[in-house]
């Protein structure tokens, strides 16, 4: 920001960076210390090595120097997307995604990320400079004035404000501890901007660094409950198992595929734990959800909630006569929150624990009872959920055999279904709502932790953010498939895309709106507020900024570019046209829409 236009103040210009041509640090004695230093030498010092952020009073220097000093300072846009880059780099790494903001509007767009990593279990930081307390308190009109420690109270795991230089070290290890201990979240860490500049002797400022010993430690179950955890399984005439993204984040992959396979009982996995086990596993029932959801007598939750996402609980989807009708099933629940059991229906076996514990805990548990002989489910219900299967595979392969003029979803996500397959390393990120929903159901994963979608909220906006973080913490390849919708959200991220030359190519499946490109204002006036300009060339965006932009009006066309895309590892957009028409109002959740529930009461 240009100081000529800034309502300076004196402690704004101390810590103003742009009166700080180079990156050098500020002439102080040499044997001082200041915050800024001693904020990234804590960060390193946990091993934290790179942060997402957006420079500005009074964090401009701490960006620059946090650079100089060896971490990867990776520069957006817009902090929003800064923060989702943040959340999912925290899920990805399990080590707290590190977001930097400025102060009130840069700290507001960074807090619905933080929010975000909150309710989907991301360890993330969101460490924001803000104004000089005693003129916060007393309402005196600070530059960027806003009580912010308390505004992110409500959405964040934990949330701390450091006043001291000396502080700084306990500051962020408490941030730490609090993001990835337990049941991981958003900490919020706020740092006035004179912490930046206080000096103390650089001595004594080392001592007060922490490394966090063991940041998030095991969690052993309790025997007993593993115990009743397994009789109710191995009683069980039509056992299932549910892996949410617990269980994906919980990095615990080969214990979990055992436990699965030795099990033998057929599993769902939610869009996030898809690739846990291969969507072509013969244990996988996603084919025949619907059928097994109702007809389960025992089910087992693996790092999943029974959240809006698996209806509660109960209700039809469950077998329940009623919306709020209970199945009959009995529930299992591993996870890392003892608070998690009982927050819809009754949990008859709660397993508290971390994912790694609890599964390796189950494993020696059916060891030890049974030796290889750890009962299979009843043949029936492994033959019925098979047929269930073997229909509904049948059913899309025709379905997707089509080849319309113009594409849907189907034609154009069966290609991105092949690349996937052909490229099982790369990740995959999701959002939209028939962009979603289609391709959830279609592409299948085939390894942990590769889809990275719009999680527990549904949210519209992480696209961009996710592909930054997804390829600088993989050095993957990364595919995007976004609805022209949700790509609008982060768009301006295919500058950040190609300013650090990733290797993401962007599919915008384009069908002009929201859900469909045909509504129509009924008095003729204006677009219907569902629709886009009819047309719009997106990949000119991506060319704009020197990557490659396709229109794809075939999945001939897709095939070839995304092809070409992966081959080159350049920047690309490609622009997939799909009929206007092909898309249903709200994707899979028009029964959430509290229109289509007034129709039908
Ligand atoms: P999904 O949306 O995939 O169903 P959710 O986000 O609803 O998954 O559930 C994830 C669950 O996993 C949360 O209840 C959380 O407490 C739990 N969890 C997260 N990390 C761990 C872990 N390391 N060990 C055990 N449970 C975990
Ligand atoms: N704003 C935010 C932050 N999140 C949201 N989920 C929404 C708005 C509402 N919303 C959805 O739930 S999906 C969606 C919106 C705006 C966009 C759907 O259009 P799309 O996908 O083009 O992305 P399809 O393929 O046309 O259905
Ligand atoms: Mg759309």
């Not at 964040?156 to 991981?184: E, F, N, Q």
Request: charged residues 20%; aromatic residues 6%; proline residues 6%.
């Amino acid at each position: 920001m240009d100081l000529a236009t800034k309502p300076a103040t004196p402690t704004a210009i101390a810590t103003d960076a742009s009166t700080v041509s180079t990156a050098a640090e500020p002439s102080r004695a040499p044997q001082e210390i200041d915050g800024f230093q001693l904020v990234i030498d804590a960060l390193k010092l946990n091993d934290i090595d790179t942060v997402f952020t957006l420079p500005g009073i009074p964090i401009t220097d701490l960006t620059r120097r946090s650079q100089a000093g060896g971490l990867r300072v990776l520069a957006f846009r817009h902090e929003q997307n800064a923060g989702y880059a943040a959340s999912i780099a925290g899920f990805l790494t399990q080590r707290p995604g590190v977001c930097i903001t400025v102060s009130a509007p840069g700290f507001l767009n960074g807090l619905n990320a933080l929010a975000h990593a909150t309710v989907n279990c991301f360890p993330m930081i969101l460490i924001s400079g803000s104004s000089e307390r005693e003129v916060v308190d007393l309402q005196q009109g600070d530059y960027e004035e806003m009580d912010q420690l308390a505004i992110a109270k409500p959405v964040a795991k934990a949330a701390y404000r450091v006043l001291h230089a000396d502080d700084i070290g306990v500051g962020i290890a408490r941030a730490i501890r609090a993001a990835v201990s337990g049941r991981p979240g958003g900490v919020y860490l706020d740092l006035p901007a004179k912490l930046f500049a206080q000096t103390i002797d650089a001595e004594t400022g080392k001592k007060t660094l922490i490394k966090v010993v063991d940041p998030a430690p095991k969690q052993i179950p309790a025997p007993d409950a593993v115990k009743r955890a397994l009789e109710l399984l191995k009683g069980a005439k039509k056992p299932l198992i549910i892996l949410g993204k617990g269980a994906a984040y919980a990095q615990a992959d080969a214990d979990i595929t055992a436990l699965v396979e030795k099990s033998g009982v057929p599993y769902l996995p939610m869009s996030m734990a898809k690739g846990l086990l291969p969507d072509t596993h013969e244990q996988c029932a996603s084919a025949a959800r619907s059928f097994v959801l109702p007809a389960a007598d025992v089910v087992m939750l693996i790092g999943a909630r029974l959240n809006w996402l698996l209806s509660h609980g109960k209700g039809k989807t469950w077998g329940g006569k009623g919306s709020k009708d209970w199945g009959g099933q009995k529930f299992i629940q591993l996870d890392i929150s003892p608070q998690e059991a009982d927050s819809n229906v009754r949990i008859d076996a709660p397993v508290v624990g971390d994912i790694g514990s609890c599964v390796s805990a189950l494993l020696a548990g059916m060891n030890a009872n049974e030796g290889a002989n750890w009962p299979k489910p009843p043949a029936e219900w492994l033959s019925a959920v098979a047929d269930k299967k073997q229909g509904n595979v049948a059913k899309m392969a025709e379905t997707l055999a089509k080849n319309p003029t113009p594409m849907n979803f189907h034609s154009a996500l069966n290609v991105v279904r092949d690349i996937i397959k052909a490229n099982p390393d790369a990740m995959l990120v999701n959002e939209g709502a028939n962009a979603l929903d289609f391709t959830r159901s279609i592409v299948d994963m085939y390894k942990p932790r590769k889809r990275v979608d719009v999680g527990t909220w549904g949210i519209m906006g992480v696209g961009m953010g996710y592909c930054v973080a997804a390829a600088v913490t993989t050095k993957q390849q990364v595919i995007a498939v976004e609805g022209d919708s949700a790509f609008g959200f982060s768009g301006m991220e295919v500058e950040t895309i190609c300013r650090y030359n990733l290797p993401v190519c962007v599919v915008v499946m384009n069908n002009n709106g929201v859900y469909k490109g045909t509504d129509v204002d009924p008095t003729g006036r204006d677009p219907a507020p569902t629709v886009f300009v009819k047309g719009a060339r997106y990949e000119k965006l991506m060319e704009a900024f020197g990557g490659v932009g396709v229109v794809a009006a075939t999945p001939a066309e897709l095939r070839s570019a995304m092809e070409e895309a992966i081959r080159s590892k350049r920047p690309t957009l490609i622009n997939a046209v799909i009929d206007e028409n092909a898309g249903t109002e709200s994707g899979r959740i028009t029964s959430l829409n509290p229109a289509a529930a007034k129709k039908k009461s």
